[in-house]
């Protein structure tokens, strides 16, 4: 399974299941909506009835534990921020879901991980970069999903596999405000593509 987050933010529930049908079609895995979307939780909760079988739907840019019961009761199954807030992350492990909080630092990713987090989101990565990860993923565990968000696109997956990044949070590389679902299918084929180009690659280092 190809360990790719589409983030749509900016989608409104008129939309979110047509747009998430073509994104399931090209191969994505976990879609995101930012709770700062228009009726986030609404869109979230008519994907999940739609295709909850068949990927994980959750909510991006989640700051409370509020915010964690909210989409907890819309169907949301993994939980997004921007931040390291280990009382979201605590909650989110509570209510069964998945959690990946926003880090930058070492700090950030221990408190992170001690707290229950299932993976970390370094964000934002065109900052951090691919040599900042580097440095940082020597001293965490071998077995921590990582995934870099923020500047990400078709242009630097290799990159970021080659330093041991795991996966890959995309925004509007793949959907802005106003993409038809068409739009979308287009992007996301060359996004898949780039994406297992990529991978052949470092596998084929490996080997």
Same mark, same amino acid.
């Given at each position: 399974?190809?360990d ?15 747009v998430?049908?073509?994104?399931i ?17 609404? %869109?979230?909760? $008519? ?5 909850? +079988? ?7 840019? &989640?700051? !409370? ?28 492990k ?30 934002? %990565?065109?900052? $951090? ?5 580097? +440095?940082?993923r ?5 077995? &921590?999903? !990582? ?38 299918s ?7 593509l ?13 080997i």
């Amino acid at each position: 399974m190809r360990d790719l987050i589409a983030i749509l933010r900016g989608i409104r529930p008129d939309e979110a299941c047509n747009v998430a049908e073509v994104l399931i079609e090209s191969g994505i895995s976990i879609i995101e909506v930012p709770l700062n979307s228009p009726n986030a939780l609404k %869109s979230i909760e $008519l994907m999940v009835n739609a295709f909850g +079988a068949e990927i994980i739907f959750g909510a991006g840019t &989640v700051l !409370s534990i509020e915010q964690v019961d909210d989409v907890y009761n819309s169907g949301g199954q993994i939980i997004v921020s921007p931040n390291c807030n280990i009382e979201v992350v605590r909650r989110t492990k509570s209510k069964g879901l998945q959690s990946l909080p926003g880090v930058f630092t070492a700090s950030e990713c221990f408190s992170a991980l001690d707290s229950g987090a299932d993976g970390l989101k370094f964000f934002p %990565s065109f900052v $951090l970069q691919p040599e900042g990860y580097s +440095a940082i993923r020597a001293v965490l565990p071998q077995y &921590v999903r !990582s995934y870099a968000v923020g500047g990400v696109d078709v242009n630097n997956f290799f990159d970021w596999f080659a330093v041991g990044i795991t996966g890959f949070g995309v925004g509007s590389s793949l959907y802005k405000v106003g993409d038809t679902a068409k739009q979308v299918s287009e992007n996301s084929k060359k996004l898949i593509l780039a994406f297992d180009e990529a991978h052949a690659r470092i596998m084929e280092q490996v080997i």
